[in-house]
């Protein structure tokens, strides 16, 4: 069990151990539940961390015809084709 003390703001500051245990990080909502013998802390929201690469392909562009290849947009190989 851990003991937490309200700071003269009201705040009160989680155990990082519990924090981390439970995948609580910044930005979590907790639910504050008044019970007869207490009270009952809920994470209501719970935050995922996510990372740039995570999201790649999330959304993708409607297509506008054929697929080109990298060789398209190659300079040199532009300007091989304009001269032939």
């Known amino acids: ?4 003390t309200i700071s ?8 990082a151990d519990i924090r981390r245990r439970l995948g609580l990080v ?6 504050i539940i008044e019970e007869q ?3 009952r802390l809920v994470a209501s929201h719970p935050v995922n961390p996510t990372t740039v690469a995570s999201c790649a392909g999330m959304i993708t562009a409607p297509s506008k015809g054929k697929a080109r290849r990298l060789a398209d947009f190659d300079a040199a190989m532009l300007t091989v084709k304009t001269k032939a």
């Open 1 to 4: 069990m851990a003991t937490m």
């Open 8 to 15: 003269s703001k009201g705040q009160i500051v989680l155990p």
């Open 26 to 31: 910044a930005g979590t909502q907790i639910e």
């Open 37 to 39: 013998d207490g009270l």
